[in-house]
């Protein structure tokens, strides 16, 4: 119960305990985050038995008192409490702890013991055991990085808690559970106990609950999670309950994937807010939308919250409220039950670990980034770069939180920050715009390197050395061994905690956050380079090191990232060393000699005997430096390589220079390719002195730099700059407003940013590299400051011929290839040899021998270790190699920095042909390979290799995505050189950009939709040029297109609008084209299609470029030169070509069913769409558009609208489609309004309302009797003023050419009546006053009751029974008041010429026989009479309309209702002075149908007689006249309605004609009134009587108070009065005097209020009079109800939200599932109805699956598809045949819906079943009846034989 009220608080108020005080409101403020505190502050009572524990008290009450909850609404740090259950993501393993991402960007700590209670008892049997344990798996293998789990905060250490502990053990997690709580679907986590026979014990947690996993079930999580690995103990799952045995005691489990991926939490598993877990998916609804977040309410009365870190990133912004949607569940608070959920994709299936664990920009500084969104106490979004979001907290905004200025965070302002962190749970990089994180060298153990000088703080001393603290989040270690250069004993002495200290890394381990120092000073303080490889390791490299060890055959020195080395003996000195152990001691530093690296091994060979050092610079080294001048060629020898480049001597003197990497040559590629070959030793000629300062040299070698101070294109002073001269240069640095180049002379100039490039620069560093060679233009000088400004955009530099340029560059960039070769080819290494021998288009003959990952083949080296020889995807010619097969491949090219030879398996590259090239001729290839400056291609015609640039300029380096050249991409190149060059290649430039041809996808290309025989028909060939005339022979004919075979085997297609300039209509183009007919074609246009090759595996490249031609005369002979782009233009540009309008001519490709649309092609590329409504006029071509139009036809058009979004044209084949006044168009039905009219649906969703009145020209007693949803229509529109369209569906106005008769006019407008006009129409309703007559769409006439019938009515029901709504009649015109917009009619037979409304059958008397009862006077003033008569109909409101006439109902019924309440004194009072003031009128007919009886004409005398006594004032008065207790002597009838004044002025008149009375009329009067009041008491007692007032309804329930019809028409009374609180009280009174045992009544009840809510009230109201019919009646019945008023109401989106709702809630009730798939199939989800089918399944049991079957397929017959529904009815009944409610359902589907041979088809198998007798006579009874109603004398005959038959058979069976 408790957990129950936590889940469901009941209202109401709780009594408050003695002494405790209301909680103060918390003042609300305007923020996203303004969410309830998950826990406020409590105050703790101090019980006085435990004094002892007042310390403790104190402590408690003060950490409660700390705020719980942020009021910014995200998760922070001080908001956990103990117990809190949270979802994590493993982050890091290590050994005996788990790092867990948090939410919001928080972490925590798993220590290995709180993983479950069996693995720390296997920890535990380590330990004493002492040794490793076999079965106990380390974390490593148990939990996966990305991993999520359930986790418990277990603890959280120290005063502010920065320290996270968790716990991931089942005992703790689930410990809200308990075993009665578990049900099957449930989603658990638990960790596996124990390895039994058939599968594993898994702990789930749950007291008295044992869980079993079984072998099969764990299966598919072995091979996909865990390699093939069994379970082992500990190991984390996520597992589903698949069966629940003995109350909990026994659960079976699966980890099935998909099962756990799919699984859901539902309400029917019975989750509370105390035992809710984090991780289950629930879906929920959004209750409310704020800028930042979202609240959502699931399981339907829990309420949960969405930060913004944890909304969907693709539909940020575009959230609604009641939107449905999936969750997962973060985290839950204990105490104040604050559930925190995300809708992030990533966490929506269980089990799926998340796989981004890591952040590329950790530790980068960003400038200028944006902020996206800034939240008061939470902290500020920002957008990076990428368009990645990025977080930064509050704490991070600013250096403290003085500074803090949060105007500065408003959107779009940028900030310097820097990237700190990365949070997997958010998918958040973590920001800080610190200055002192910003500018702090070290951020991670990342930024830290071996050799690295940094500067620490110590920490602590420790018996195994000292901890220095290098940042506040970076410790490291220094062991004792490195103290000091000498071992010291007491370091406490020396070293004192907070004392700054000078380290240098030794090792770094990040991924362990592990890090090694050293303090020793010769190591800190070496200026020795840092051997941190043994790749740095050259020989004769001289460095530190200090010694590891001491061994018999040496010592093994140390260095930095664990690179040792060994020391030989006879290396350990100059004289021989017997004892090393001797001399030399551990931890000793020593200056050592490289002798011998081996890098592959891990082997050095040192020594301490050092080499001579250099000699010392001398005054005439000085001197020979001074002869070397800036500008100067010379020669040098490269010594050694330095970190920066190469230490070179320049010859022959030997002077000391430095030549940097990015100057060894102009291309930055091929100068790093350099600096890696180049040895000591080597010579370099004509390098150029680029600087000369302080004694230190700098060259360059850069061939454009040399040239242009050679042609003395260098200022050497900065006069000498003039403004447009062109330089040569180089970058010297970059920055983010521009780019400095320096020139040769040293001096250098500022190239801005918008002077960069023609393009836009968004980043400097994408355009330029520092060191990278330019030219660059003078535009600015400025001699007093000497500065100038400098342009490199290629428009202002770029003089000569781009092809000019870019061959000069491409002839050098190889040329220092070959050098680069000549290098490796005296190089002693058999692979470097190897490799310089290599070169493109070289044959091999190759073994395959592995695939990568990223699905390249790759070669055996042979006998050449270390060689790589790799074809990609694209190279694998769509080859299946296995290892071993053995291929010919081509060399492409040979990557000498990585030693990579890139091949080729392609066929056309293997067996490409030898020809001879001209200079200067063009020629199509396709690219091959890509580099930096170059690209390699192959020649469609012949295969051979050529070499082109890929930059035309040495500023020519950036290219946006679409401008970068992809390989198999088709170019047109120009042949350069008539010969290969050195390395085998052809050279060649590229003629036009625009001839370049998209490349062919490598995998899952985009299908183009065509006909699957072109694709299968389609090779995989080169594509033609566009514009390119081609020859082919016919392949094959389709109905719209034609496929062509070209030469040299490329396929062609011809668009069926691409063979005749004129096209005929109706006929079909591609029938001219026969097989094997020889054609001439124009190429206009490619496409990329897949091919039936295509697999996923095997195959995923069968994709090619189809080249679409034209054979049409004016194509052929068109001049393509002069409009090389003609054909360009991309699909969507050509559809803005199409203007609403125009007509085109289009081919019918195939009619859609489903959507209801033709689907033509205008021209290859271009397809449009006809709606079935506008292809014809004619409702035959309607009926079955697909037998009108044939596949290929041609067809005229008319275009209504292009669809660029969609990509199609929308078109029209009756012209354009215009719902103009006066236009005829086709609709469709979409619903039938009963008495009022069609709703009618046009294409692209307009509306129109037909009223009945113009459904034809004839109105019929049943008009609309024929239509019904979905039926189509003829209308003329005859007003577009409102948004929905009036339209006719006369044939007058569809078709006015049809002269038919007009039966019933229209009659629109009052103009259109004329006095003693007939006219037909229909009963509008019959009011007190007379009828109310409809004569239009909205003109309403009124007929008086004596113009109704010419019978005399005592009982005004028969005007109910006789003249109901909506019964047709003829009227003649009576009066027309046009300014009044009155219409008087009559019915009366000597009017209209027909019978009498009334039979002569009733033998009512006749109206005439009436003057009996009453003596009528002569009216003496005609003239006053007529005038009383109009305002007496002015007064009645006999308006036209039925807006106008409620609203005098209305005011009618509040002056009565007040009338009602007067006492009888003040009513007496106010008639005696009504009548005093009014004037003697003339008497006039009654108009209410009955004749004025005696109690009128009393009313009439009595003015006259003298005031009674007050105690003769007659008591309660009702509307009818009868009075509670009077004698006859005091009969006083009531006073009359104030509609009738008009018959009481008459009525006053009348009494000053009444002559006075003898006794026999006062003795006649007296009888008469016994009679009359004995009348109003039968009356009374008489059934049928109607209540007219309050009172009479309150006497009537108060004598049937269970009755709810009673109780709903007393509400209809008051809201037909528009009184919609007196209705609501109404049902309120109801629902408390309904007895609680009359379920039905109280059902009727709030059914009744749910539906004036509905109609009256609001959404909410609605809601919580819904909420509580739930609870106080079956609330099944409720939500049934609550679907159908929304579904009347047309509310269908409210009305599918309940449906699903009862999916949720009543699953296993077939109803729900019937009555869903009826609204469904209702509203025209025929689909959605067919997918409902299956889940309904999964959900029922197995026994109510045949009668759900059964009832979806009746709903087919009545709602969707009958042939569907057969289908259905046939499928089960083939599964069982013996279910005889389903074929007796079957055959009445049948009957109603099918033809007579489907139903004699039906029962001819029935009859023919082995059923019992019984069942077989009901069959054949029903098969007779059927025959005899619809079928012959012989079918009738047949029948009897058959049954004749079968009772024979079973007589002779019996006897046997």
């Known amino acids: 119960m408790a957990s ?87 982050k890091e393993i290590n050994n005996l702890e788990l790092v867990i991402s948090l939410p919001n960007g928080l972490w925590g700590y798993v220590q290995a013991t709180n993983i479950s209670d069996a693995y720390t008892k296997k920890l535990n049997e380590q330990l004493d055991q002492e040794e490793p344990l076999e079965d106990l798996a380390p974390l490593s293998e148990l939990f996966p990085p990305g991993l999520l789990v359930r986790c418990v905060v277990s603890n959280l250490t120290s005063a502010s808690k920065k320290s996270i502990k968790l716990s991931l053990n089942p005992k703790d997690v689930n410990r809200v559970l308990s075993p009665a709580s578990l049900k099957p679907g449930m989603l658990l986590t638990g960790t596996v106990h124990s390895v039994e026979d058939h599968g594993y014990l898994v702990d789930i947690g749950v007291t008295g609950t044992k869980a079993f996993l079984p072998w099969q079930k764990e299966q598919e999580y072995v091979k996909q999670k865990n390699k093939d690995t069994k379970l082992r103990v500990g190991q984390y799952l996520n597992c589903l309950i698949e069966e629940v045995k003995g109350n909990g005691g026994s659960v079976l489990l699966s980890t099935i994937q998909s099962a756990v991926s799919a699984a859901i939490a539902t309400e029917e598993q019975n989750w509370t807010l105390d035992n809710l877990l984090p991780g289950l998916v629930v879906k929920a609804q959004v209750q409310k939308v704020t800028p930042h ?53 990533s966490f929506l299936q269980a089990g799926r670990p998340i796989t981004r664990l890591c952040h590329h920009l950790i530790g980068v500084v960003l400038n200028d980034v944006p902020v996206q969104g800034f939240y008061a106490k939470a902290g500020a979004t920002f957008r990076l770069k990428d368009g990645s979001l990025a977080y930064a907290r509050m704490m991070h905004l600013s250096e403290t939180e003085k500074s803090f200025k949060p105007e500065k965070f408003k959107p779009g302002n940028m900030h310097k920050c820097r990237v700190i962190d990365y949070s997997p749970m958010d998918d958040l990089a973590l920001l800080s715009l610190k200055t002192s994180i910003i500018e702090t060298p070290f951020l991670r153990y990342h930024d830290l390197h071996p050799g690295q000088v940094v500067k620490a703080t110590v920490f602590a001393l420790r018996s195994y050395g000292m901890i220095v603290k290098v940042t506040e989040q970076i410790k490291g270690l220094v062991p004792t061994l490195h103290l000091a250069d000498v071992q010291i004993r007491n370091p406490q002495k020396k070293y004192h905690l907070q004392d700054e200290v000078k380290c240098r890394v030794l090792t770094c381990d990040p991924e362990n956050k592990k890090l090694l120092m050293t303090l020793k000073k010769t190591l800190v303080e070496s200026s020795l380079p840092a051997l941190t490889s043994y790749k740095q390791a050259k020989p004769e490299l001289q460095t530190h090191g200090f010694i590891s060890s001491i061994k018999d055959s040496g010592c093994v020195v140390k260095f930095y990232n664990d690179v040792r080395g060994l020391v030989p003996k006879r290396e350990l000195g100059a004289q021989p060393i017997s004892t090393p152990e001797e001399v030399f001691y551990v931890g000793q530093v020593m200056k050592v000699t490289v002798l011998n690296s081996e890098p592959e091994k891990e082997r050095m060979l040192l020594s301490f005997r050092l080499f001579s050092d250099k000699e010392t610079e001398g005054p005439s080294q000085s001197q020979k430096k001074a002869t070397i001048k800036v500008g100067q060629l010379v020669d040098v020898k490269v010594k050694k390589k330095v970190e920066k480049g190469l230490e070179v001597s320049i010859l022959p003197n030997n002077i000391r220079a430095l030549l940097p990497t990015t100057h060894l040559s102009d291309s930055v590629t091929n100068s790093h390719l350099l600096y890696s070959w180049l040895r000591a030793g080597d010579v370099l000629h004509r390098v150029l002195c680029l600087s000369h300062s302080d004694g230190h040299i700098v060259l360059c070698r850069k061939p454009a730099l040399i040239s242009a101070v050679e042609s003395g294109q260098d200022p050497k002073v900065f006069s000498e700059f003039q403004p447009g001269m062109l330089l040569t240069g180089f970058v010297k640095s970059i920055k983010a407003y521009g780019v400095f180049v320096q020139f040769p002379s040293g001096l250098s100039g500022l190239a801005p940013k918008s002077a960069l490039s023609d393009k836009f620069v968004t980043t400097v560093s994408d355009h330029f590299v520092e060191g990278q060679t330019v030219v660059a233009k003078v535009t600015n000088v400025y001699e007093e400051k000497e500065r100038m400004l400098l342009s490199l955009r290629l428009s202002d530099v770029c003089q000569e011929d781009a092809a000019i340029s870019s061959l000069a560059l491409l002839s050098q960039w190889l040329e220092e290839l070959q050098g680069v070769r000549s290098l490796m080819s005296s190089r002693d290494s058999m692979l470097t040899q190897t490799l310089a021998e290599i070169t493109p288009g070289l044959l091999m003959d190759l073994v395959v021998q592995d695939m990568s990952s990223d699905g390249s083949l790759m070669f055996s080296s042979g006998s050449v270790p270390g060689l790589v020889l790799k074809a990609s995807r694209y190279h694998q010619g769509g080859k299946v190699m296995n290892p071993g097969q053995r291929t010919k491949a081509v060399v492409l090219h040979v990557d000498t920095l990585k030693s990579e030879v890139h091949v080729s398996l392609r066929q056309e590259l293997v067996n490409r042909k030898s020809k001879q090239l001209k200079k200067n001729t063009e020629h199509r290839a396709v690219i091959e390979h890509l580099e930096k400056t170059f690209a390699i291609g192959s020649l469609v015609e012949t295969g051979q290799l050529v070499a082109f640039p890929v930059t035309s300029h040495l500023n020519d380096t950036f290219r946006f995505d679409s401008e970068k050249l992809q390989v198999g991409q088709r170019v047109s190149l120009i042949i350069k050189s008539a010969k290969p060059s050195d390395i085998g290649l052809f050279l060649a430039v590229e003629s036009s950009v625009k001839k370049r041809t998209p490349a062919l996808p490598l995998a899952d290309p985009e299908p183009a939709g065509e006909d699957p025989g072109v694709v299968s028909s389609l090779l995989e060939k080169p594509s033609l040029p566009i514009g390119e005339m081609v020859t082919g022979t016919v392949k094959s004919v389709k109905a719209t297109h034609v496929v062509v075979t070209l030469e040299n085997g490329l396929v062609g297609c011809i668009h069926a609008s691409q063979i005749l300039d004129d096209v005929p209509l109706g006929t079909q183009p591609t029938a001219k084209l026969k097989v094997g007919k020889p054609v001439t074609a124009r190429v206009i246009g490619q496409r990329t299609l897949l ?46 070509q199409y203007l609403p309008g125009q ?47 044939k596949i290929g036809q041609a067809l005229s058009a008319t275009v209504v609208g292009p669809e660029s979004s969609k990509g199609f044209l929308t078109l029209s084949l009756i012209g354009p489609h215009r719902l103009e006044e006066g236009e005829v168009a086709m609709g469709r039905v979409v619903k039938v309004i009963p008495k009022e009219g069609l709703q009618v649906l046009f294409p692209f969703g307009t509306i129109g309302k037909v009223s009945i009145f113009h459904l034809s020209d004839s109105y019929l007693e049943a008009p609309l009797e024929g239509f019904h949803p979905e039926k189509i229509v003829r209308c003329c529109v005859l007003s577009t003023k409102d948004p929905v369209l009036t339209l006719s569906l006369r044939q007058s106005r569809t078709n006015p050419r049809m002269k038919n008769k007009i039966e019933d006019p229209e009659v629109n407008s009052i103009k259109n009546i004329k006095v003693g006009q007939c006219l037909r129409g229909y009963v509008e309703a019959v009011k007190k006053l007379g009828v109310h007559f409809r004569i239009g769409p909205t003109l309403v006439g009124r007929v008086k009751y004596r113009h109704v019938t010419k019978y005399f009515l005592s009982d005004k029901t028969l005007y109910q029974t006789y003249l109901p709504e909506g019964k047709l009649l003829s009227a003649k015109v009576l009066r027309v008041k046009r300014k009044q917009n009155l219409v008087y009619l009559s019915f009366l037979p000597k009017d209209t010429g027909k019978p009498d409304v009334f039979p002569d059958s009733l033998g009512l008397p006749l109206r005439d026989q009436g003057k009996d009862w009453v003596k009528e006077v002569p009216s003496p003033q005609p003239k006053k009479k007529q005038r009383l008569e109009d305002k007496e109909e002015e007064d009645e409101g006999d308006s036209s309309t039925k807006q106008e006439e409620e609203k005098q109902q209305e005011s009618m019924a509040k002056a009565a209702n007040t009338r009602k309440r007067k006492m009888p004194e003040v009513e007496r009072e106010q008639e005696r002075v009504t009548k005093k003031k009014r004037p003697n009128l003339p008497p006039e007919e009654d108009d209410s149908g009955v004749e004025v009886n005696y109690k009128e004409e ?96 309150d006497r009537l329930v108060l004598s049937s108070p269970n009755s709810s019809i009673l109780w709903l028409r007393y509400m209809a009374f008051h809201l037909h009065a528009t009184e919609i609180e007196k209705a609501r009280a109404v049902a309120e009174r109801a629902l408390k005097s309904i007895s609680f045992r009359e379920e039905q009544e109280k059902l009727n009840v709030w059914v009744a209020l749910m539906n004036l809510e509905n109609m009256y009230g609001s959404k909410e109201t609605l809601s919580k009079v819904f909420e509580r019919a739930v609870q106080y009646c079956e609330p099944l019945k409720v939500f049934f109800q609550l679907a159908d008023i929304y579904s009347k109401s047309e509310k269908y989106q409210a009305a599918e939200e309940v449906y699903n709702q009862m999916l949720k809630r009543f699953r296993q009730e077939k109803a729900v599932w019937v009555k869903y798939g009826s609204f469904l199939l209702q509203r025209g989800k025929a689909e959605a109805c067919h997918d409902l089918l299956p889940r309904a399944f999964s959900c029922l049991p197995q026994k109510e699956h045949v009668d759900v079957i059964s009832k979806f397929a009746q709903l087919e017959f009545y709602l969707g598809d009958a042939e569907r529904g057969k289908a259905m009815f046939e499928s089960t009944l083939n599964s069982y045949p013996k279910r005889t409610d389903v074929w007796s359902i079957y055959i009445d589907m049948l009957i109603k819906f099918g033809n007579q041979k489907e139903v004699r088809d039906a029962f001819e198998r029935v009859v023919h079943l082995s059923l019992s007798p019984k069942r077989m006579k009901f069959f054949f009874k029903r098969y007779l009846d059927y025959e005899k109603q619809h079928g012959t004398a012989e079918t009738v005959q047949a029948v009897k034989e058959k049954a004749l038959s079968y009772v024979e058979a079973r007589s002779t069976l019996a006897d046997s």
């Open 1498 to 1593: 009393k009313r009439l005398k009595q003015p006259k007689q003298k005031q009674t006594k007050p105690t003769e004032i007659p008591r309660l008065q009702l509307s009818s006249g009868f009075v509670w207790d009077v004698s006859l002597d005091m009969l006083a009838p009531a006073a009359p309605p104030r509609e009738e004044s008009s018959d009481s002025e008459e009525e006053s008149s009348n009494q000053a004609t009444l002559k006075k009375k003898s006794k026999k009329d006062k003795e006649l009067e007296k009888q008469q009134a016994e009679k009359e009041l004995a009348r109003i008491e039968t009356a009374l007692m008489d059934p049928n009587w109607q209540p007219e007032t309050a009172d009479d309804f």
């Open 1143 to 1189: 007509t085109v001519v289009c081919f019918m490709r195939k009619f859609n069913m489903i959507k209801k649309w033709l689907e033509v092609e205008i021209t290859p590329d271009i397809r449009g769409r006809i709606p079935q409504l506008l292809t014809s006029l004619s409702f035959k071509v309607l009926k079955h558009p697909e037998k009108k139009f």
């Open 293 to 345: 977040g979202l609240t959502l309410s699931f399981f339907s009365s829990f309420t949960g919250l969405v930060d913004f870190m944890h909304l969907d990133s693709k539909k940020a912004g575009h959230y609604f409220q009641t939107q449905m949607v999936r969750a997962c569940i973060l985290s839950v608070h204990p105490r104040t039950k604050c559930v925190r959920l995300t809708l992030r994709s």
């Open 1091 to 1136: 091919t039936h090759k295509t697999l996923p595996i095997s195959h995923p490249t069968s994709a090619q470029t189809v080249s679409d031609l034209s054979i049409r005369s004016s194509e052929l002979k068109k001049d393509i030169s002069s409009d090389p782009s003609a054909h360009c233009s991309s699909p969507t540009e050509k559809l803005k």
């Open 4 to 90: 129950q009220e936590d889940s469901f608080p009941r209202g109401g108020s709780k009594k408050k305990a003695p002494g405790e005080k209301n909680p103060q409101q918390p003042v609300e403020h305007d923020n996203l985050f303004d969410v309830p505190t998950e826990e406020g502050p409590r105050k703790r009572k101090r019980s006085q038995e435990q004094g002892a524990k007042n310390k403790r008290s104190k402590i408690e009450k003060k950490e409660t008192s700390r705020p719980e909850a942020e009021p910014c609404g995200i998760l922070r740090i001080e908001a956990l409490t103990e117990g809190m259950r949270l979802l994590g993501c493993v």
